[in-house]
């Protein structure tokens, strides 16, 4: 089977020469899923995401000299933020002053973290300028789906032939690293997943489909109940109620939090429940006690190093610093970037945090009004991503998962999706410059312009997002005039303040559009003598 993954990175590199977007997704596919792990002995001695992302670089390069990207997709707070917090731990490797120290407790070495997070930002990036329509976004999603549906399968058939005893870590290589090595890391995965399967189930519209779906998500809770993550069971919690109170299918969404309880004491296992029941013991579990020793350690390092941190990856070499504990990493992601890389990291984290979430929600909000649950891609994957990243959220209040690469791809999809959203979103008042409309909203067959709800007389549906600059041009001229129709003569004195500029936007357009348009002018005049 790795063989196919192999191929396919050869193919895509090449392809992604050309559709920079397919190397994009498919340097994510091996963020997910992780084959390189899985069939490693397929990928002996070869660095798929490198040469596939390397290639999609250099795809967007090209790109980017013939114009064919829209550079305004990545102006925005959010990535100006993530940009910051790049800045900042590049500059806590080089000033930190713990980067270069070794000893037993260096347990990641600071240069191979910084190539991964250059890699984690370079691909960010990349992806946030490729990704820019409706049907590439779905394409991620799927991804992601198909990723997390086969480790859900890889984890409970590990179970089932009993290869595995006590936690359950997920895929690793020869050498037994991997992103998924760790317990709490692999719970993630699932965490995250469950949003994306109850919203692709809602998608379907045949049942037997949906239900489908749906039946995976309790195999989905038993892959995090055996990782024996007790972050892992709090994102669920959280990644469950969330679902059920914003799904608009509430009663099957309230239905999923009794049936959480229910397979949890049915299929938790010892070592889960033994784990969940300290919780709230912090007094009488030595990993939380060990967890408040080591926030009380960051806060110091903090306080210390307010500007750098003690450097990148260097939380293991600083902790006998500040604590005479067992040296611990942080358990908290906002504290183990503050510590590692200066506030104004653990800043950035946090404006990134709120600029995804704070507009997912507001957006699926918009969406809802519009389109029905299960009808509209921009919903499902909206709904699908916001939630997963608030469990994300959650878990990395008690986890260190400052290199979680999946943060940063749901990061992604929500640009695209704001971004998207943005370009289809309904036409409000002032709207217009100089007459012209500047967005449609497409999600009928009915046009919004300032108001006033227009039906297009061969009923089609062009979108904006997708259409050509001609086709863009022509539409924005056809509410321009239905709402001259509707407004009358004066509307269009109003709109146009010259012959000389009604002029040069007819120029635009073909000549039975500039006809219908010199009617529209002949009539105004007539009844207006001031045009």
């Known amino acids: 089977m790795g063989i196919l993954f192999l191929v396919g990175m050869f193919a895509c590199a090449a392809l992604s020469l050309f559709l920079p977007w397919v190397g994009a997704v498919y340097a994510y596919l091996f963020v997910v899923l992780g084959p390189q792990d899985i069939w490693f002995w397929d990928f002996d001695g070869w660095r798929p995401q490198f040469w596939v992302l390397l290639f999609t670089s250099v795809g967007v390069i090209l790109g980017i000299a013939r114009r064919i990207f829209d550079l305004s997709i990545l102006r925005n707070k959010r990535n100006l933020f993530i940009l910051i917090l790049w800045l900042c731990i590049v500059a806590s490797y080089y000033l930190g002053p713990y980067t270069h120290i070794g000893g037993p407790y260096r347990w990641d070495n600071a240069e191979y973290a910084l190539d991964k997070f250059n890699k984690i930002y370079l691909l960010y990036f990349v992806a946030c300028l490729c990704i820019d329509s409706e049907r590439k976004l779905k394409t991620m999603f799927y991804v992601f789906v198909g990723s997390a549906l086969y480790l859900i399968y890889w984890a409970n058939r590990q179970y089932l032939t009993g290869h595995y005893f006590g936690r359950l870590s997920g895929p690793v290589g020869a050498a037994g690293t991997g992103d998924y090595a760790d317990q709490n890391n692999f719970a993630m995965l699932f965490v995250v997943s469950q949003s994306f399967l109850w919203y692709l189930g809602a998608s379907f519209r045949q049942a037997v489909w949906r239900w489908l779906c749906w039946l995976s998500i309790p195999f989905c809770w038993h892959a995090v109940f055996l990782t024996g993550s007790r972050g892992g069971l709090l994102g669920l919690g959280a990644t469950t109620l969330l679902i059920s109170l914003r799904s608009k299918r509430r009663i099957l969404g309230l239905a999923l939090i009794p049936a959480l309880i229910f397979v949890f004491f049915w299929q938790g296992g010892s070592v889960m429940k033994e784990r969940a029941n300290t919780i709230d013991q912090y007094h009488t579990s030595a990993s939380a006690e060990g967890r408040l020793e080591s926030w009380r350690a960051a806060t110091r390092m903090i306080a210390d190093n307010p500007l750098t941190g003690v450097g990148l990856a260097s939380y293991g070499p600083a902790f006998p ?22 506030v104004a990291a653990g800043a950035m984290y946090v ?19 519009d389109v029905a649950e299960g009808s509209g891609t921009l919903l499902m994957v909206n709904e699908a991503t916001l939630i997963g990243f608030c469990g994300l959220i959650v878990c990395s209040l008690f986890l260190s998962l400052q290199r979680y690469e999946i943060f940063y791809s749901l990061n992604m999809m929500a640009n695209t999706l704001l971004y998207l959203s943005n370009e289809k979103a309904p036409v409000e008042s002032g709207d217009y410059s100089d007459g012209i409309p500047r967005s449609v909203d497409d999600t009928g067959d009915s046009y919004v312009a300032t108001g006033i709800r227009m039906t297009m007389a061969d009923s089609e549906q062009i979108s904006v997002a997708r259409a050509s600059a001609g086709e863009r041009k022509k539409l924005r001229h056809r509410l321009w005039v239905a709402r001259c129709e509707t407004g009358g003569p004066s509307e269009i004195a109003r709109k146009s303040s010259s012959h000389v500029l009604l002029l040069l936007h007819l120029l635009h357009f073909p000549r039975s559009v500039r006809l219908q348009t010199a009617v529209h002018l002949i009539l105004a005049r007539i009844a207006l003598t001031d045009l």
């Open 351 to 369: 404006l990134i945090v709120l600029t995804c979430i704070v507009p997912l929600w507001k957006n699926g909000n918009r969406l809802k009004r």
């Open 321 to 342: 610093h500040y604590s005479d504990a067992q040296p611990h990493e942080a358990h908290d992601t906002f504290l183990q970037i503050t510590a590692e890389s200066g």
